[in-house]
């Protein structure tokens, strides 16, 4: 059985990708947290383990997320 992740394949499968994780990760935090001040403690949590850009990143695809779903609602 072949490897399909990024280290050991030239072209990895999907689940193997971080653009496969950034977005798992988006829909997970939307599921998981109810509330803003939820989110909020989840964003400062990723800013000390990861930086300000992950967390930037995270935090802007979530309202992007947040906007999509608002949209579907009305």
Do not use: N
């Amino acid at each position: 059985m072949t490897c399909h992740c990024i280290d050991c394949s030239e072209t990895p499968a999907l689940t193997y990708t971080e653009r496969h994780r950034h977005e798992t990760e988006v829909r997970e935090v939307m599921r998981r947290f109810g509330t803003k001040e939820q989110i909020k403690a989840y964003l400062e949590g990723i800013e000390k383990k990861r930086g300000f850009a992950a967390m930037h990143r995270l935090r802007m695809d979530l309202l992007r997320e947040w906007e999509k779903r608002k949209g579907k609602a009305e």
